[in-house]
């Protein structure tokens, strides 16, 4: 699976900004996927999770309620919409897809397949 994350930007404290992540191949659609997003100097962290379906969605605490992960497997897309954004959200975001028909993957080493990385800059 080959994948490519778009719509990263500069926006101001309090913004909304949606992330597109497009796939190439057959199985995309069957693959969990992921948001996760590494700021300097820190590790990489899980930002949102879902399964192949759709069906199930997972946050950590600090973005529940601000982000919405989402997918369209006729168009082989991943989105994530992110809102009340805040300085400390400034990361590089990446979208990574999983083995096949696995329900939802929460750790960064259970994805085999990552995005180039799109650029998400909240200024204050």
């Known amino acids: 699976v080959q994948l490519q994350a778009y719509g990263g930007g500069l926006v101001q404290a309090g913004a909304s900004l949606r992330l597109s992540c497009v796939g190439s191949g057959e199985a995309f659609i069957s693959a969990a996927m992921g948001w996760f997003r590494q700021a300097p100097g820190k590790e990489r962290e899980l930002v949102a999770a879902?399964?192949?379906?759709?069906?199930?969605?997972e946050y950590p605490d600090e973005m529940k309620g601000r982000f919405t992960i989402s997918r369209n497997n006729a168009r082989n897309t991943m989105f994530l919409e992110m809102s009340s954004l805040k300085p400390e959200d400034t990361a590089i975001y990446y979208c990574?897809?999983?083995?096949?028909?696995?329900?939802?993957?929460?750790?960064?080493?259970?994805?085999?397949?990552w995005g180039q990385g799109t650029l998400v800059t909240v200024s204050s």
């Open positions: 879902i399964s192949w379906s759709g069906g199930g969605q």
């Open positions: 990574a897809a999983g083995p096949p028909y696995t329900r939802i993957l929460l750790t960064a080493d259970q994805y085999q397949f």
